[in-house]
């Protein structure tokens, strides 16, 4: 059974940094594509970066030239390197992995899930 743990995140303030990881475990982990998402209060579930084996990379509009989506360790982690940070950037945090290549930000289809990590940005 595959497991994803996340961990980072924290508190923030505005123009600051923070980072997020995300470290698969288990049998037969082989995602096409790996992802992050945000759910902030109220507010739907929304893409925030995704990186495909291939490397190539897709961003939400409101955080390109900010947020840098990476992967390592023989592909069973990937990150996310927040800069510039903005009080909007305030929500929970997922990562998540998809069988299928990512040629989007949607969070539909995804296979497995991260718990969830809190940023909070304060302006």
């Known amino acids: 059974q595959v497991r994803l743990a996340q961990s980072g995140g924290g508190s923030g303030q505005a123009g600051g940094s923070l980072s997020l990881s995300c470290v698969a475990s288990?049998?037969?982990?082989?995602?096409?594509?790996k992802a992050w998402f945000r759910q902030a209060p109220g507010k739907e579930r929304e893409g925030v970066a995704v990186?495909?084996?291939?490397?190539?990379?897709n961003y939400a509009d409101s955080v390109k030239g900010r947020f840098t989506v990476s992967q390592a360790n023989a592909d069973i982690t990937h990150y996310l390197q927040m800069n510039s940070l903005k009080p909007e950037d305030t929500a929970m945090y997922y990562c998540?992995?998809?069988?299928?290549?990512?040629?989007?930000?949607?969070?539909?289809?995804?296979?497995?899930w991260g718990q969830g990590t809190q940023v909070a940005v304060s302006s």
């Open positions: 998540a992995a998809h069988f299928g290549y990512c040629s989007g930000v949607s969070p539909v289809g995804f296979n497995y």
């Open positions: 288990g049998d037969d982990y082989n995602p096409a594509c």
């Open positions: 990186i495909n084996s291939d490397g190539t990379r």
